[in-house]
């Protein structure tokens, strides 16, 4: 099984820049697919971006150009930096691992972002 321990939320000004962290429990993390989800109060969470084990990323068009997910499998963690944050990139992050049909969700981390 896997656990996922999400750090590097916190507040700031609008056009600054945060990077989130995602730490993985399994040994195998490299053949996992890791994705970050936020979500805001009152809306569905939404899937931000993804990045599968062949290094291939997706992202919401909301925030291309702006963020960017990559993965250090050696080191077990999934990022997301995240650059000309808005104020409508407030949300509580989560990240996810999936394989197969299996998904494990991290407790997430609050991103504020201040007009």
């Known amino acids: 099984q896997v656990q996922l321990a999400e750090s590097g939320g916190g507040l700031v000004q609008a056009g600054g820049s945060l990077r989130l962290s995602c730490v993985a429990s399994r040994s195998i993390f490299g053949i996992y697919g890791m994705d970050w989800y936020r979500q805001a109060p009152g809306k569905q969470r939404e899937l931000v971006a993804g990045?599968?084990?062949?290094?291939?990323?997706n992202y919401v068009d909301a925030v291309k150009g702006r963020f960017t997910i990559s993965r250090d499998n050696t080191r077990r963690v999934v990022y997301l930096q995240m650059n000309n944050l808005k104020p409508e990139d407030t949300a509580k992050y989560y990240c996810?691992?999936?394989?197969?049909?299996?998904?494990?969700w991290g407790q997430g981390t609050q991103v504020t972002v201040s007009s």
């Open positions: 996810r691992a999936g394989l197969g049909s299996v998904y494990y």
């Open positions: 990045i599968d084990a062949a290094g291939t990323t």
